[in-house]
């Protein structure tokens, strides 16, 4: 198995794992602080394992990008642009990367559990999808 082969199969493997653990979640009723604090780092998680993903296939395809302010949002056009993510993927990876700009800065304890479920519940599908172009 080359490094390549490995990095990808990996990241593909953690992110499907956070994905489980957040569909284990979404299926309670009602969820502890703790639980909640779980989703918002699960979520947190499955963004920087997609993102890790597309940088590499990016990078690897020889497309380059500046790491300026906004290079986490130009990563994901360009990743759509060159055809590595569906429209749907890229809305529902910019809202991912938008709740873990928010999860960063803050603290787990002021999460919502309605918010949460409002970005987990529609985002494991597409997730699902591209982990399936990864292969």
């Given at each position: ?52 993903i ?54 787990g ?27």
């Amino acid at each position: 198995m080359s490094a390549k082969t490995s990095f990808l199969s990996e990241e593909r493997k953690n992110v499907e794992q956070a994905l489980a653990l957040i569909e284990e979640l979404l299926a309670k009723t009602v969820l502890s602080q703790y639980e909640v604090i779980a989703l918002g780092t699960l979520l947190q998680n499955v963004y920087q394992g997609l993102e890790g993903i597309l940088r590499y296939r990016l990078q690897d395809a020889g497309i380059k990008f500046q790491k300026t302010e906004s290079w986490h949002k130009e990563l994901l056009k360009k990743s759509l642009d060159h055809g590595f993510i569906t429209q749907i993927q890229f809305k529902g990876f910019l809202e991912l990367l938008l709740f873990r700009h928010m999860h960063v800065h803050g603290y787990g304890y002021m999460l919502n559990e309605k918010r949460l479920r409002e970005i987990a519940s529609p985002i494991t599908g597409p997730c699902r999808d591209f982990l399936e172009t990864t292969e």
